[in-house]
């Protein structure tokens, strides 16, 4: 179901112009209130008149992830404290988290997005949303929460953790649908395997999944797993949280990004050159209802590209297509570029090998090394050491071909890599730096 029809599908016109009348709001209120933001303008030499068209645009500088933690905590925000009525913050892996704050516009608008992104999922009122997200700092928890009540949904505040009794509750209070990272959604089922808990008979019908890359046959994997339709959801704490974009279930191919809040751009990560619709690089996200926090031209560093088609569901706003991974995982090991996600599309397409696996970097006399661990099932693992060394040959042979990298593969027993209950962690990389 659509949500709200007047704004998810305006032609394609009207979408520019409000982008655009909204881009120069946004603009002059950085400009007015975040002393960062008039002095970038002021060193790239534009004038806030000159920003005529959506092209123009591209005269403005980046802002980075760096620039948030420079100006910690609140240096960002265009909105006094007292006009700031929630604070999330992302807590990185090294440093000073980056801090967001929201208006209770933003909030309003994001529990708007949420409410979207629920109904393009094919949630609605009646459902049973089960919300595994983490509640707290982290966006997922709450941004999932406000949108989940907005249409009507029953919404049951789970959080992450406690896995054996998230099983209990799904069972017993007929969750229907299941809002959770694809890793913790899989671990779930694993843990209803081994509870004895048929996860297939459960009530679930869906599963809004994001918060971490993901491939397309991890996709089928845990739709046949877990017996859902598995749904990808995108979003990032200093853009907004969960709703940025969405899949919607009539395609299931591309999410849609809600464009009359932002304006994405492609770039090329290296050169910072705009790239034309449908190629491949950096996502670059400038918000353009945000009061608390706007960002302008921020440089995501997650890597996809605009599907400009118009999409099966009637949805006007663009999609964007399933996200490779982020420019800062990339791993470059012998002079090739690999997403970890691409070792996983391999992976997944071979008979015997469970969705859990570990990429292990290393460098051995200046030589880029990588190891693939990756877990069996129960019947693989107990079979002759002859089929499981066929079986590592195969995957080295697979990784070989599609990447053009020589890796060792060390084949593991079941539930040796560890699991996660948010986000996981796929790679481990020991080179110095
Ligand atoms: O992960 C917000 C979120 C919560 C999204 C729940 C979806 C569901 P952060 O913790 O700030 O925010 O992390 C943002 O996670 O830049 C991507 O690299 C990655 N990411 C998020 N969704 C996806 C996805 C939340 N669907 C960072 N596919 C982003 C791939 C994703 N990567």
């Not at 007015?32 to 008149?49: D, H, S």
Request: proline fraction near 4%; charge should be negative; aromatic fraction near 6%.
């Amino acid at each position: 179901m659509i949500w709200n029809d007047e704004f998810e599908t305006l032609p394609r016109e009207a979408i520019e112009s409000l982008q655009l009348k909204r881009l120069q709001q946004t603009l002059e209120r950085v400009h007015a209130t975040v002393p960062f933001y008039r002095e970038q303008f002021a060193k790239a030499g534009v004038n806030l008149e000159q920003i005529k068209s959506l092209e123009d645009l591209q005269r403005l500088p980046f802002t980075l992830k760096q620039d948030m933690r420079d100006n910690y905590p609140y240096g960002l925000f265009a909105a006094p404290l007292d006009q700031i009525v929630r604070i999330h913050a992302s807590s990185g892996t090294t440093g000073k988290p980056t801090v967001v704050g929201y208006t209770r516009r933003d909030i309003d608008n994001w529990t708007e997005m949420m409410a979207r992104s629920f109904s393009a999922a094919g949630a609605h009122r009646g459902d049973v949303i089960h919300n595994a997200y983490g509640y707290g700092l982290f966006t997922g928890g709450l941004g999932a929460h406000y949108g989940a009540e907005k249409i009507g949904a029953s919404v049951i505040p789970m959080s992450g953790g406690n896995s054996k009794k998230q099983l209990m509750i799904m069972q017993d209070f007929g969750s229907t649908v299941l809002t959770c990272t694809p890793s913790y959604c899989l671990y779930l089922a694993e843990i209803a395997a081994e509870e004895g808990i048929d996860i297939r008979s459960l009530k679930l019908e869906v599963g809004i999944l994001g918060a971490e890359p993901w491939s397309e046959k991890m996709r089928d994997e845990i739709q046949e797993k877990v017996g859902i339709r598995a749904i990808d959801i995108y979003g990032l704490s200093e853009i907004l949280g969960p709703g940025v974009g969405i899949e919607c279930i009539e395609a299931q191919s591309g999410l849609h990004i809600w464009e009359d809040h932002f304006i994405v751009e492609i770039i090329d990560p290296d050169t910072c050159e705009v790239l034309p619709v449908g190629e491949q690089g950096e996502l670059v996200i400038t918000t353009i209802t945000k009061e608390g926090i706007p960002m302008i031209r921020y440089r995501t560093r997650d890597i996809t590209r605009i599907i400009a088609e118009p999409c099966i569901c009637g949805r006007t706003h663009r999609r964007l297509q399933r996200m490779s991974g982020r420019s800062d995982d990339m791993l470059i090991i012998r002079g090739v570029n690999v997403f970890p996600s691409q070792i996983e599309s391999v992976l997944m397409s071979i008979e015997g090998v469970e969705p859990h696996y570990m990429l292990i970097v290393d460098r051995d006399e200046n030589l880029d090394t990588l190891e693939v661990q990756v877990e069996v099932n129960e019947k693989t693992f107990s079979d002759e050491i002859k089929v499981l060394q066929k079986m590592s040959r195969t995957i080295q042979d697979a990784i070989k071909d599609m990447l053009g990298i020589t890796c060792r593969v060390r084949l593991v027993e079941p539930k040796t890599i560890a699991r996660s209950e948010g986000k996981s962690q796929r790679v481990i990389d020991n080179r110095p730096k």
